[in-house]
């Protein structure tokens, strides 16, 4: 399958999260970003922007070059 | 310095292009952006998107890891 910066980001914000031991509910609150927000990117549905991105590496303590190491 | 990711990526990106000897204005072209967004996000005063990290990479034959590596 084609690399998709999209996809690669999702796929490793999810894991990500789960090895925090976050619920999307809890991100979105230390992340300051909508609940919807948080659940539709983490479902490739979004287009996030770079400091997005910061955001929701510093909820979840990471920096941001995790979020776009290979996924396959 | 505290970290930034808009810092951080601006960074990384005159350097790649430095690396593959483009200049701003074939950059430009070849990543399908305006010259001005180019410019502007080189000198970080752009906050830019996931899509738009893909196609600059593309146009640089860079994984979109690199924009994010360490600069200090």
Redesign the interface.
């Known amino acids: 399958m084609e690399?998709?910066?999209?996809r690669?980001?999702s796929k490793n914000m999810k894991r990500l999260r789960v090895d925090a031991k976050l619920t999307q509910e809890e991100l979105s609150f230390s992340s300051e970003l909508h609940r919807n927000y948080i659940s539709d990117t983490e479902r490739g549905k979004r287009?996030?922007?770079?400091?997005s991105?910061?955001k929701i590496?510093k909820a979840l303590n990471v920096?941001?070059?995790e979020f776009?190491?290979d996924i396959d």
Chains 1, 2 share one sequence.
């Open positions: 690399k998709n910066i999209i690669t980001f287009n996030i922007s770079l400091k991105v910061e590496a920096e941001p070059i776009f190491r």
